[in-house]
């Protein structure tokens, strides 16, 4: 059996901060959590999410006849947060994982040189061929799961895989191999008597510990909803404009892994985690503290997408200019007209005036979901010239939904 610790080494060589292993066993518990979590609606709104994909993503040697271990990894995505410029003007909060550049990009071809070094291994060492399979995110796997029994992690109450001295700011990706490997056991770790992150939540989407209500989830409504974001979520999401961080920015966890890295707010000062809280949580990151941190470049703040964008300049991207500025950031998932519709809740939220001249150019902008998004906004800001500008639009309006809205947001106004 190839020594373990080898290839955690190699994990570590390649710039990923924690690995572990797990076999191949299937997951069962996943397996009927998800499959009873589908049946009450709480994975509503992502139509790929099947109860098909829930049976292949649990059982590993779907994926890879003969699978034996899989090697989990996780890369930290911790960098200095931008201090906000120009706090006069109305700005939008951008998730910290979509920063920097996309994370599937970064780590793909770090699996791939893994893969590639564990096949060269296993020829050399054994005279052996090897099969791996490799996944990030994207791929029928249940990451979570994988993570928590291999002891990278433990489940947050917040459903996010919590580690020792990196919290939940990790992406996980794991390599599938039908190579025999010695497995880690699962952490003794939880949540003990926290709750913090399920009071923190504005959209109640965390009802339960441990349970994600997809559909209120303002991750999901602004990066995964492809339409129109429910009336009633709009004003609950704040300044959000892609994914939402809150549940982790309020754990206790994380905020000692920021301050084991010295790292500040936006407002430029330390992260000072309460006394009580750090002193429960700090037996946990000290377990990891003497490895350094290396802050992967690829995911400090992009100098075109910034953390905390101003929304008002936004609105005037064409499409041209949205591909662009977001080429090689995880945003262009949304298209233009998801971030878009997005900026128009943040900025119908925000109350400021100051953006009504672009909401009105909006409110003719020639996608549907952008102009009824605008007519939001202006209902939500108000005043005399909001209320002009939908009443003209609604004289030359042709789209029934966005009549509706407008019609909605006069009522508002
Ligand atoms: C679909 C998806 C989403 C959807 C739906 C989320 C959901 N309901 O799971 C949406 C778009 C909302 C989303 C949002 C986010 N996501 Co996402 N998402 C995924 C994806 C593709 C599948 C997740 C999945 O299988 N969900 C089904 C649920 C039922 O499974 P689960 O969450 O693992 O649930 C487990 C626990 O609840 C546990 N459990 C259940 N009951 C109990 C009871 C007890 C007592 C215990 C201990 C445990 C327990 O068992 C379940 C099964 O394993 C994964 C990638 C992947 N391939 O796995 C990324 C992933 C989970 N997402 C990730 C991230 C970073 C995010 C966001 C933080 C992004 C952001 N900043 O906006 C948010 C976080 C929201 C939140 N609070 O969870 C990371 C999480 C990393 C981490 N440290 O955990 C992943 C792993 C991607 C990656 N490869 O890095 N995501
Ligand atoms: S990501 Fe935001 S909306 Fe989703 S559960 Fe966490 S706090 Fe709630
Ligand atoms: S805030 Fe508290 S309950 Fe939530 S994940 Fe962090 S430690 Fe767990």
Redesign the pocket.
């Known amino acids: 059996m190839l020594n373990t610790q080898t290839i955690k080494e190699y994990a570590y060589s390649l710039g990923f901060d924690a690995a572990r292993i797990t076999s191949a066993a299937a997951?069962p518990?996943?397996k009927q959590?998800?499959q009873e979590?589908i049946g009450r609606g709480?994975?509503d709104g992502?139509p790929w999410?099947t109860s098909e994909r829930a049976e292949i993503?649990c059982h590993p040697d779907a994926l890879l006849p003969e699978a034996q271990s899989i090697i989990t990894l996780a890369l930290c995505y911790l960098t200095e947060q931008p201090v906000e410029a120009d706090e006069t003007k109305p700005h939008g909060r951008i998730?910290?994982?979509a920063w920097g550049d996309d994370?599937h990009d970064i780590i793909k071809p770090r699996l791939q040189q893994f893969a590639n070094w564990l096949k060269d291994y296993a020829r050399d060492e054994w005279d052996q061929d090897i099969e791996t399979r490799l996944?990030?995110?994207?791929?029928r796997?249940?990451?979570?799961?994988v993570?928590?029994r291999a002891g990278l992690?433990?489940?947050g109450k917040?459903?996010?895989?919590?580690?020792k001295g990196w919290g939940?700011?990790?992406?996980?990706?794991e390599i599938v191999t039908n190579l025999p490997l010695q497995p880690d056991e699962a952490l003794k770790a939880?949540c003990g008597s926290c709750e913090i992150c399920l009071h923190a939540c504005p959209t109640g989407?965390?009802p339960n510990?441990?349970?994600?209500d997809?559909p209120k989830?303002?991750?999901?409504l602004t990066?995964?909803l492809r339409g129109s974001i429910p009336l009633e979520m709009r004003p609950l999401m704040g300044n959000l404009i892609f994914?939402?961080?809150i549940?982790?920015e309020v754990c206790p966890v994380n905020k000692v892994a920021e301050k084991r890295l010295g790292l500040r707010d936006i407002h430029g000062k330390p992260i000072v985690p309460l006394q009580s809280i750090q002193k429960r949580t700090e037996q946990v990151a000290d377990s990891n503290a003497n490895k350094v941190f290396r802050p992967q470049i690829e995911f400090q703040a992009h100098p075109a997408v910034g953390s905390t964008p101003e929304l008002i300049p936004l609105l005037s991207l064409t499409e041209e200019e949205f591909r662009e500025r977001f080429r090689r950031s995880p945003i262009k998932r949304t298209k233009r007209r998801g971030l878009l519709r997005n900026v128009c809740v943040a900025l119908g939220n925000s109350k400021d005036p100051q953006a009504i001249p672009a909401l009105e150019k909006a409110l003719h902008d020639e996608e549907a979901l952008i102009r009824g998004h605008a007519a939001w906004a202006l209902g939500s800001i108000g005043g005399s010239s909001a209320v002009q500008a939908l009443q003209e639009a609604l004289t030359t309006e042709e789209d029934v939904e966005v009549q509706k809205e407008i019609k909605y947001a006069l009522t508002m106004a």
């Open positions: 997951f518990e996943a959590v998800i979590r709480l994975m992502l999410f993503s998730s910290r994982y994370y996944f990030v995110d994207t791929g796997m249940v990451d979570r799961a993570a928590q992690g433990w489940y917040n459903t996010n895989i919590l580690t939940s700011w990790v992406f996980l990706a939880n989407a965390l510990p441990y349970e994600l997809s989830c303002i991750s999901f990066i995964e994914g939402c961080d549940c982790q």
